[in-house]
């Protein structure tokens, strides 16, 4: 069975980084897309950063330039780096992985992002 660990959310400045984990329980070539997706309460889950199984990456506008989408494939975990974090990327951010066999997601860390 496929499961995603997600970790290191935390509570940051504005201006400050985070680098969050996630963590597959099999390889991560078994996933033909992974990424990193954001939701605030009473809001929608949108995309935040995609990464392909050729390492193609896709970026939200409002994260470009800021955020960073990497993986490392011995370890079976892909990141998100995120600098210039701003009260706006305050919310729970989830690990999705994307398989033929179906769509799994991690069970969300929080980022606070406050004075």
């Known amino acids: 069975q496929v499961q995603l660990v997600d970790s290191g959310g935390g509570l940051v400045q504005p201006g400050g980084s985070l680098t969050l984990s996630c963590v597959a329980s099999?390889?991560?070539?078994?996933?033909?897309?992974m990424g990193w997706f954001r939701q605030v309460p009473g809001n929608e889950r949108e995309s935040v950063a995609q990464?392909?199984?050729?390492?193609?990456?896709v970026y939200a506008d409002y994260v470009k330039g800021r955020f960073s989408i990497s993986r490392n494939i011995a370890k079976s975990t892909v990141y998100l780096q995120m600098n210039s974090l701003n009260p706006e990327d305050t919310a729970v951010y989830y690990c999705?992985?994307?398989?033929?066999?179906?769509?799994?997601w991690g069970q969300g860390t929080q980022v606070t992002v406050s004075p």
């Open positions: 999705r992985g994307v398989t033929s066999g179906g769509v799994y």
């Open positions: 099999g390889s991560i070539f078994s996933f033909v897309l």
């Open positions: 990464i392909t199984s050729s390492g193609v990456t």
